[in-house]
C-alpha cells in the first residue's frame, strides 16, 4: 500500500482526492457505517452531514500520515502488514476464530490490513515528529467551554433558559436540568478543554467570539440551539508549563508533536473535494 496506492483506482467514485490518492466512495461509506454502529449513532437527516464530514476529515488525515510517513522511509510493505495479519490469526486461536471476530466487529481483512498500515504509520510519524521537535508551547488556541443544548424545535425554551442564565441562574444547574446532550450534561454542560476547530461551525464560531466569562446567545447547529459559556482560554504560544492543572492533563494524553506536524502538512498537501457537501463550512 502507501504510496503505491496512490492515484485513481479504476472507475470508482470519489469522495475525496489528497495528494492524487483518492478516497473512494465505497472505502468512505464502508467506514461512516462501522464507526456509526460501534458508536450506537443513528443521526437524523441534518447531523448526518456533519458526521459524515468528520469522518472523512479523519480519513483524509490517515492519508497525510501514510504518505508522509511512506516519504519518510516506514517499512508500510504488503509483507509487514502480512506479517501483523498472521499474528492475529495465530492469536485468535485459527482462521475460523479469526474470520469471526472481523465479522463481529463490522470488519473486512481489507479494512483490517488498512487499519495496521495507518497505526504503523502515525506510530512512525509520531515518533519522527517527537525527535524533530519537543512542543513547549501550545500549538493552537485552547478553549474551556460549557453548553445547553436544546432540540432544533425548542428554540423558545432554548431563548428562556438564555434568559434565566443572564438573570444570573445556575449555568449548569440549568444545563442539569435542560441540555439534552447527556455527556456533557451530568457534568454541568461542561465540554473540557479543546480546540473550538473540534466543533460544527456554528458552535465554534459563536465560541471564538465569546471573552471569557461571556454567554452566547442561543446558537444554531444542525445538533439543535446551544448557549455557550466560555469557562477559560488558552492562546497559541503560551507555555504548556504555565496552563491549568485540567489543561495539562488534557494535553498528555495528546500528540502535540503529531498534531503540529499535521497541521504543516495539510497547508502544504493538496487536498481536494469531490463530494463538495462533504468539504468543510470554514
Known amino acids: 500500500m502507501g504510496l503505491a496506492a496512490c492515484g485513481s483506482k479504476s472507475s470508482e467514485a470519489v469522495v475525496a482526492r489528497v495528494n492524487d490518492e483518492d478516497i473512494t466512495k465505497a472505502e468512505f461509506d464502508r467506514v461512516y457505517e462501522r464507526v456509526m454502529s460501534q458508536a450506537n ?3 437524523d437527516a441534518t447531523q448526518t452531514v456533519e458526521y459524515q464530514k468528520a469522518i472523512l476529515e479523519m480519513m483524509i488525515e490517515s492519508a497525510l500520515i501514510r504518505q508522509e510517513a511512506a516519504r519518510l522511509g516506514a517499512d508500510l510493505s504488503e509483507t509487514t502488514i502480512t506479517a501483523q495479519v498472521n499474528s492475529f490469526i495465530e492469536s485468535s486461536g485459527g482462521q475460523e476464530q479469526f474470520d469471526a471476530s472481523l465479522a463481529a466487529a463490522g470488519l473486512t481483512e481489507e479494512d483490517l490490513r488498512r ?17 524533530e521537535a519537543s512542543v513547549t508551547t501550545l500549538p493552537e488556541d485552547y478553549s474551556l467551554l460549557s453548553h445547553i443544548l436544546l432540540a432544533e424545535t425548542d428554540d423558545a425554551t432554548a431563548t428562556a433558559v438564555y434568559d434565566q442564565v443572564m438573570a444570573g441562574g445556575d449555568f449548569a444547574a440549568l444545563a442539569q ?14 465540554l473540557g478543554w ?8 456554528e458552535f465554534k464560531d459563536a465560541a471564538d467570539a465569546l471573552a471569557v466569562g461571556e454567554v452566547s446567545e442561543p446558537v444554531q447547529s444542525d445538533f439543535g440551539w446551544h448557549i455557550i459559556r466560555k ?40 487536498i481536494e473535494y469531490v463530494d463538495t457537501k462533504l468539504q468543510p463550512t470554514t
Open 41 to 43: 449513532a443513528t443521526p
Open 115 to 131: 487499519q495496521i498500515e495507518d497505526s504503523m504509520a502515525q506510530t512512525f510519524l509520531s515518533d519522527y515528529a517527537s525527535k
Open 177 to 190: 436540568q435542560y441540555s439534552t446532550d447527556p455527556g456533557s450534561a451530568a457534568n454541568g454542560g461542561s
Open 194 to 201: 479543546s480546540p473550538t476547530r473540534a466543533y460544527v461551525p
Open 231 to 270: 469557562e477559560d482560554e488558552a492562546k497559541a504560544g503560551s507555555a504548556i508549563a504555565g496552563q491549568p492543572a485540567d489543561l495539562q492533563a488534557t494535553l498528555a494524553q495528546s500528540d502535540l508533536a503529531l498534531d503540529a506536524y499535521l497541521q504543516k502538512l495539510r497547508t502544504e498537501a493538496k
